[in-house]
Nanobody, 128 residues
Framework: QLQLVESGGGLVQPGGSLRLSCAAS????????IGWFRQAPGKEREGVSC????????NYADSVKGRFTISRDAAKNTVFLQMNSLKPEDTAVYYC?????????????????????WGKGTLVTVSS
């Protein structure tokens, strides 16, 4: 079965850190650009960060620049999102998605059906 699986979410205090993982099952990620997205209760989905298939290009939402870092590990067939200095407003369900159609760029604000695969999400709660 071809799927993406997110993990690493949880409850963390403000100022804390989490590392999210996006692992592929049934296919390899090396040909895919990956995006991380989040959706808070009552809000629309927003792009958080993305990385090109080569890893040479990354992009971040202004709200997370300097705090979040995206990376990919081909050997583990996984993309990571390191989140530091977390704030209560970072609370959301975080999703990763993969697309083979972005060349040297990456999808920070794609339409849903621009992406080939979506994970089911992992919940991040930032609260004291």
């Amino acid at each position: 079965q071809l799927q993406l699986v997110e993990s690493g979410g949880g409850l963390v205090q403000p100022g804390g850190s989490l590392r999210l993982s996006c692992a592929a099952s049934g296919f390899t990620l090396h040909a895919y650009a990956i995006g991380w997205f989040r959706q808070a209760p009552g809000k629309e989905r927003e792009g958080v960060s993305c990385i090109s298939s080569s890893g040479g290009s990354t992009n971040y939402a202004d709200s997370v620049k300097g705090r979040f870092t995206i990376s990919r590990d081909a050997a583990k067939n996984t993309v990571f999102l390191q989140m530091n200095s977390l704030k209560p407003e970072d609370t959301a369900v975080y999703y990763c998605a993969a697309s083979s159609g972005y060349g040297s760029s990456c999808p920070l604000h794609p339409y849903y059906y621009d992406m080939d695969y979506w994970g089911k999400g992992t919940l991040v709660t930032v609260s004291s």
